[in-house]
């Protein structure tokens, strides 16, 4: 290559600009200062051993003399170093000059408290990274070649939709087939497009439960809809009070299995009246299956769509079974539904690496999903069994039949100094005042939301002491 070349090869590339300076400076000057300033950025490395002057000289298109004046220029310099039997090498002092300001921008970051038990996280240590790296191995090897293009179904990967509906069908009792599942990033994903499409739908307002979570009402309302609070007792929302509410609200948001975050399950009864305002409103209802596979005193709670396929939309994740890095979400839709979805979505699938969906798929027909979740489930049933017995006595705890957190019931007016309390002891928690809907008529309930699946097992035992010592 000629002069204007920039480019050097000796075992990484290097990018060196000479043509700007060689025309002014000359050719020689131009490389000098070229390798003065990589050295002195740190782009090379104190250490790094530099080419001969020939086949630098070769690489770069230029007189090998040019390369050597400029190698014993730099080492003249300090800049390098050069032994026999060790060649030429960026010197050791060379170490890279900090811009005026940076100090402060380099300082580290104020670290979080030193123990956790705020909800919504699985313990992230237990993911199963050898099984997912043979899931992932078994599922490169057979991937076709067209995995690897741009994606052409934005519903997903049709491997992933076939293993989910199959799995879903057994385990949580959902009534589907694969081209009514739409893959997506996450719940939030999910609902963000499920927002999108009951706006156009002319929907104007959606009932939540009167505790949920903050930012799955502020989507909705983001997308211009109205939300309004079901009032919760022992029995989950009071799904009966839906007709009441009127034409305006087309869609409710539930969590029936283990309602988030007081962790009661929705009856049978209330099932059966929220599926009859489905049907005789034309109205959705929205399903977050978000930890079904974790119950612990008796056989799982099927999922609602199971009773109204036509009416309700499941929506589940792997971000507690296995963790919310995977960003792996999906969708079971009704059929009048899937078209609206994908023309929110867009034609291509943006969210989703094929290749986590082929390794996730691998995982589900493999079994060893189930397996990695039957040991997941006895480590959390465990901790769950610990933080009763370390609270025998102490505060009433509900909401353990299933999932990965608690609620501790709490005297009146004490929720908020405990969470103070807490912080002193270098411990995260979170009051159900948190979860409160903010136009919620129920009487206020003091207690905290305690998710015990969130510590890795280094930390259970610690951040448990520090709990029992916080608790008045």
Known sequence: MSMTGSWATFGADLHLDLTAAAGTRGLRAALTEALREAARSGRLTPG???????????????????????????????????RQGSGTRVAERARPRRPAGTARAHRPARR????SLVPGTPDLSGFPRTAWL???????AVAPDAAFGYAVDARGRVELREALAGYLARARGVYTDPDRIVLCAGFVHALTLLGQVLKG??????????YGLDIHRQLLEGAGLRTRPLPLDEAGARTGDLAALGPRTGAVLLTPAHQFPTGVALTPQRRAAAVDWARSSGGLILEDD?????????????????????????LGTASKSLAPGLRMGWMVLPPDLVD????????????SSAVEQLTLAEFLTSGAYDRHVRGMRLRYRRRRDELVAALAGRVPVSGIAAGLHAVLDLPAG????VIQAAAWQDLALEGLARYRHPASTMPPREALVVGYGTPPPSTWTPTLTALTSTLP
């Open 112 to 115: 979080g408290p030193a123990y």
């Open 414 to 417: 004490t929720e908020r100094s």
């Open 134 to 140: 043979t899931a992932a191995r078994r599922a490169l």
């Open 201 to 210: 739908r002319r929907v104007r307002e959606v009932a939540v439960e009167g």
């Open 290 to 314: 978000y930890d079904g596979e974790f119950r612990y005193d008796r056989q799982p709670v099927g999922a609602l769509q199971g009773l109204d396929p036509d009416r309700v939309v499941y």
């Open 48 to 82: 790094t051993r530099l080419p001969s002057s020939r086949s630098f000289a070769a690489d770069l298109g230029i007189a090998r003399n040019t390369v050597a004046e400029a190698y014993a220029e730099l080492v003249a310099e300090g800049w390098l170093t050069a």
């Open 340 to 351: 609206e979805v994908l023309e929110a979505k867009g034609r291509i699938d943006w969210t």
